[in-house]
């Protein structure tokens, strides 16, 4: 998959499209995902222009890894699933659906289904309350 300088991780980067923001760093972004699989799923993005992590830098590797154990940690405290899962896809033969390499952090609970990937627009303002469940649990240092 080759990188598109057009895809919407892209343009959230560059302040053309919004996010609901939970996280940042000078190598990584962390937002709501409009469409999440659970409540609480956010994605972890790196500032670097990579559609895959084959590609990526080691410093923004571990700066993504390092964002996405904390806010797994963070939205542990804010939701208490019975589990987090983490996913990272590359290419479309694995599912990816944005080239801009991202990591998915997704809460979740026994006995519920997560929802279909990239499907339905989740209501905004529930997506914020969220985001601010999460932030007050997050740690920058």
Known sequence: MS??????FAKILRGELPCIKVAETDA????????PQADGHLLVVPKE??????DLSDAATIA???????????????LRPDGVFIGQFNGAA???????VHF???????????????????DA?????????I?????AD
């Open 3 to 8: 990188y598109d300088n057009n895809n919407p």
């Open 28 to 35: 990584a972004l962390a937002f709501m995902d409009l469409m």
């Open 49 to 54: 222009a990579v559609a895959e992590i084959f």
């Open 64 to 78: 993504c890894m390092r964002m996405t154990q904390k806010l797994a940690v963070a939205v542990r405290g804010a």
């Open 94 to 100: 694995a599912g990816q659906t944005v080239p801009h």
């Open 104 to 122: 998915h952090v997704i809460p979740r609970w026994e006995g519920q289904p997560l929802r279909m990937h990239a499907r339905d627009v989740a």
């Open 125 to 133: 303002d529930t997506l914020e309350a969220l985001a601010k469940r």
């Open 135 to 139: 932030r007050a649990y997050w740690r």
